[in-house]
């Protein structure tokens, strides 16, 4: 190789792993974003909850952008071959459509019991009270189409894997999880497993 040539592919090297630098760096600063508009609200519903509230996210057109981007760039990146956004009720409405949108693909909502029409399939799963009941329209899924879960928290991990079995019975592929906020203490992760689960903010 002529010297010529071996400062070429030093050029190029260092082009890209600049380039890897400042996506690093974007992805950081939008995380901050995010993370800065996650606000905590003690002792609610009750005492001794810390309550994370994303509803600043919505109002800021920015801090919205920052959470869709992150997602979809995951997206892109792991799981090139997703076939829909699956949402969970309520607040996984929010965020899946517009990434389903970016993706070129579709969404698929998954309801609490009795508020789909027509026919449809329902798991039950424990609340910390009680049980609840999670369905969808027996037409959404298709046998074999890869999907996306996303909501916004783990917390126990309940309702993301009423959300799983629910696929199961259609038996669509689950390629993994997606939320804004993890609350690591309560395992969450750990009832989901095989499925992964990709998280924004961790705590």
Known sequence: MEEGDKGVFAHHRE?????????????????????????AFPDFPKKGIVFRDIC?????????KAVIDLFEEHVRN???????????????????????????????????????????????????????????????????QKVLLIDDLLAT????????????????EVLGCMVVIELKELNGTDKLKPHRVFSLIQY
Do not use: W
């Open 15 to 39: 082009e890209k792993e600049e380039g890897a630098f400042t996506m690093a760096a974007g992805r950081e600063a939008k995380l901050q974003l995010v993370q800065r508009h996650v606000r």
């Open 56 to 64: 600043p996210i919505l109002k800021d057109a920015a801090a919205l």
């Open 78 to 144: 792991n799981h090139q071959h997703v076939d829909l956004i699956v949402g969970l009720d309520a607040r996984g409405f929010l965020f899946g459509p517009l990434l389903a949108q970016r993706l070129g693909i579709g969404f698929v909502p998954v309801r609490k019991k009795g508020k789909l029409p027509g026919a449809t399939v329902s798991v039950s799963y424990d609340l910390e009270y009680g049980k609840a009941e999670a369905e969808i329209q027996e037409d959404a899924v298709a046998p074999g």
């Open 157 to 172: 991990g309940g309702t993301l894997y009423a959300a799983s079995e629910l696929m199961r019975k259609q038996q669509a």
